[in-house]
């Protein structure tokens, strides 16, 4: 079993900065990332990492977040800069976890981000 805390949500201005954590408990975290999910809409993917750092982003955020991760840590970090309103949702991490041959689906509890204009 994992488990994922995830801190540094809150409330920022547009143009501002935040930079959330995921820290995650157990081995074999092949890729970790963030989802958000704005009220009335479904879960998207906003960034992900693999455990050999390839990155991948959602086109919205590409340019203004970076994610990284610390892998003797198991934790793993959003730095949004440049933040919009239309960034404003819950913000889950993600871990896949390899074991029995297949990757499993970890989810942190959420952590709200506001963006005030």
């Known amino acids: 079993q994992v488990q994922l805390v995830e801190s540094g949500g809150g409330l920022v201005q547009a143009g501002g900065s935040l930079r959330l954590s995921c820290a995650a408990s157990?081995?074999?975290?092949?890729?970790m990332g963030w989802y958000r999910q704005a009220p009335g809409k479904q879960r998207d993917l906003v960034a992900v990492i693999t455990d050999r750092f390839m990155a991948n982003y959602a086109d919205s955020v590409r340019g203004r977040f970076t994610i990284s991760r610390d892998n003797a840590k198991n934790t793993v970090y959003l730095e949004m800069n440049s933040v919009k309103p239309e960034d404003t949702a819950v913000y889950y991490c993600?871990?896949?976890?390899?074991?029995?041959?297949?990757?499993?689906?970890?989810w942190g509890q959420g952590t709200q981000v506001t963006v005030s204009s």
């Open positions: 157990g081995s074999s975290i092949k890729i």
């Open positions: 993600n871990a896949g976890v390899f074991y029995g041959g297949r990757i499993w689906d970890y």
